[in-house]
C-alpha cells in the first residue's frame, strides 16, 4: 500500500522536503531539468502568498502577527511549552448560552436555537460557508480486487467520484476512495474510512528506508478487518489541494468558475469534509456496507478534517480525531504548541475561510465567537474519541488543550442524555476517559497508531448496539 496517514511518524516538513528531492530526482532520471520542479515549487509559493495578501486587502488587514517557531529552540519566537503562560483567553465561549441571552436548558431549544448559531459562527468566522449548491458526484467503481489482507480474504474496491464539472470544464475533480471488506461477510458490515496522503511508490520508499519502524504494530486495516469490519482511505488532496495557490482549482476552484475566494467561502478543511460525505453519499448505495455505521478518522491536519467532517454531516457515527491541534479539537484560546497565527500563516490559511486571517491580525484568538468545544458540541449526541501524543514529541497539537475542549463539550452531551468525560482534571498519560466523548494521551510522538486499539473497543460498544437496533 502507498497511502500513510498523514503525519503518521513523520512531519509535513520532512514529507515535503522527500518530496521536493523525489520529484527533482525523477525530473533528472527523465531528461527533465530538476530546476523546473524547483520553479514549479517557487511559482506554487508566490501564488499562495500573492492569494493571501489579496485576501488581506479584502478585510483592511495591514499585517499579521507572526506565527511560532516550533522546530528552533534558542528561535526568539519558539513555540510555548509553560503550562502556566497557556491560559491566555481563559473564559471560553458558553455552548449553552444564545446569543439573545437565553439559557439553553432542554435538547428543543438547543436543536432549534442554539445549534443554528454555532454553525453560523463556524460557518462566517472559522472554515467558511459551502456554496449552497455544490456540484453533483457520479462514483464508478474502477477496479475490483478479491484477494487477501493481514491473511483475512477481502473486496477491495477502487472508486472515483466524478465531480460534475459543467458549470466550468476547466477544472476537473475526481475523488480518489478505496473500498477494502472482508470477502465472506454475511450481511453488510459497519466501515471505517481512514483520510489519508498517498505516496508516490518512489517516494514511500525513501520514507519506508528512512524510517523502518513505520509499519510496526499490525496496521490500523488489520485491526479494523479482524473485527469483521470494512475499511476505506479518502485522499483530500483529489479533493482540494492543500495549498493556497489551488483555491482557484478543486472542488472551490470549481464552485467558484476559477475565480478567488470570498471572506466567507469555505476552506481546504471544509472541502475535504464535503469530500468525505460525498464518500458516504456512495456507501449508502454499497450493499457491503451498513451506512448506518461508518466512522471517520484521521490525523495531524487531517484530523481536524475529520472533526469537521464529523461535526457537519450527522450521518457519520463515531469519528476517531487524532493530533488535530489547532483548527481541530485543540482551544484556539490556549497559547501552547501552534497558536492562531501559524494557522493564518501562508502555509496554512487556506485551510479556513478568509475570515480566519482578521484573528491574527487587528483581532485575537479571544474574539473568536465561538471555540473547539463546540465544533466538538455539532457532533453531539455521537461519539468522539480524542487522541493526542506525548509533549515531547507531539506538543504543537497540545493534548492538554485538546483535553479541555473535550472536557467543556461536556454539557452539551449531558443535555442530550449522553455521558460528557467524567472531569475536567487532565489525567495522566495513558489515561482512557471514556463517556460518549473519549479522550486519551499516549506516550508516543507524532502518531494515531498507539491509539487504534483503544478507539476500536470505543467503537465496537456503538457498532454492536446500532446492530441489535
Known amino acids: 500500500m502507498n497511502v500513510i496517514p498523514l503525519g503518521n511518524f513523520l512531519t509535513i516538513a520532512v514529507i515535503s522536503t522527500l518530496f521536493a528531492a523525489t520529484t527533482a530526482s525523477a525530473a533528472g532520471t527523465n531528461g527533465t531539468s530538476s530546476a523546473s520542479a524547483a520553479a514549479n515549487a517557487s511559482d506554487e509559493k508566490a501564488a499562495t502568498e500573492a492569494d493571501q495578501q489579496r485576501m488581506m486587502n479584502l478585510l483592511g ?99 472515483v467520484g466524478h465531480v460534475d464539472n459543467s458549470q466550468d470544464p476547466q477544472i476537473t475533480v475526481n475523488i480518489d476512495l478505496t473500498l477494502t471488506t472482508p470477502a465472506d461477510a454475511k450481511a453488510p458490515v459497519p466501515v471505517l474510512m481512514q483520510l489519508a496522503f498517498r505516496f508516490p511508490p518512489a517516494l514511500l520508499a525513501r520514507i519506508r528506508k528512512m524510517y523502518p519502524d513505520l509499519d510496526r504494530g499490525p496496521a490500523w486495516q488489520k485491526q479494523v478487518l479482524a473485527k469483521g469490519w470494512g475499511c476505506a482511505t479518502l485522499i483530500p488532496t483529489s479533493i482540494q489541494a492543500d495549498n493556497g495557490a489551488g483555491l482557484t482549482q478543486g472542488i ?16 481546504a478543511l471544509r472541502a475535504w469534509a464535503w469530500g468525505a460525505s460525498r464518500a458516504l453519499d456512495y456507501f449508502e448505495t454499497d450493499p457491503d456496507v451498513d451506512a448506518r455505521r461508518v466512522g471517520i478518522e484521521g490525523h495531524s491536519r487531517y484530523g481536524k478534517a475529520t472533526l469537521v467532517a464529523m461535526a457537519y454531516d450527522p ?145 465496537e460498544k456503538y457498532f454492536a448496539k446500532s446492530e441489535t437496533n
Not at 100 to 128: A, C, H, M
Not at 131 to 157: A, L, Q
Not at 252 to 267: A, S
Not at 383 to 409: E, H, L, N, Q, Y
Request: hydrophobic letters at 35%; one cysteine or more.
Open 315 to 459: 450521518r457519520f457515527a463515531i469519528a476517531y480525531v487524532s493530533s488535530s491541534g489547532e483548527g481541530g479539537a485543540k482551544l484556539f484560546r490556549r497559547n501552547f504548541g501552534e497558536p492562531v497565527e501559524n494557522v493564518a500563516a501562508a502555509s496554512e490559511y487556506h485551510w479556513m475561510a478568509g475570515n480566519f486571517l482578521k484573528y491574527a491580525g487587528p483581532l485575537t484568538a479571544g474574539d473568536l465567537p465561538v471555540d473547539a468545544h463546540e465544533l466538538i458540541d455539532l457532533c453531539a449526541p455521537r461519539p468522539v474519541f480524542i487522541s493526542g501524543g506525548a509533549t515531547r514529541g507531539d506538543g504543537w497539537a497540545d493534548a492538554k488543550g485538546m483535553f479541555m475542549a473535550a472536557a467543556a463539550a461536556g454539557p452539551v452531551y449531558t443535555l442530550l442524555g449522553k455521558r460528557d468525560l467524567g472531569t475536567t482534571n487532565f489525567p495522566p498519560i495513558g489515561t482512557l476517559l471514556s463517556g460518549d466523548i473519549a479522550f486519551r494521551q499516549h506516550t508516543s510522538g507524532h502518531t494515531d497508531g498507539p491509539n487504534w486499539p483503544f478507539f476500536l473497543d470505543f467503537a
Open 252 to 267: 472551490i476552484g470549481l464552485c467558484n468558475k476559477g475565480r478567488p475566494r470570498k471572506p466567507d467561502d469555505w476552506g
Open 61 to 159: 488587514i495591514a499585517a499579521l502577527r507572526p506565527g511560532r517557531d516550533g522546530s528552533h529552540t534558542n528561535s526568539p519566537n519558539y513555540a510555548n511549552y509553560d503550562e502556566s503562560k497557556a491560559n491566555v483567553y481563559p473564559d471560553l465561549p458558553d455552548p449553552l448560552l444564545s446569543n439573545n441571552g437565553l439559557k439553553i436548558t432542554t435538547p428543543e431549544l438547543w436543536w432549534k436555537l442554539r445549534q443554528p448559531e454555532i454553525v453560523e459562527d463556524f460557518d462566517s468566522q472559522i472554515y467558511g460557508r459551502v456554496p449552497v449548491n455544490t456540484p453533483s458526484v457520479k462514483w464508478e467503481v474502477t477496479g475490483i480486487d478479491r484477494t487477501n489482507e493481514y491473511g483475512i480474504p477481502v473486496i477491495m474496491k477502487y472508486l
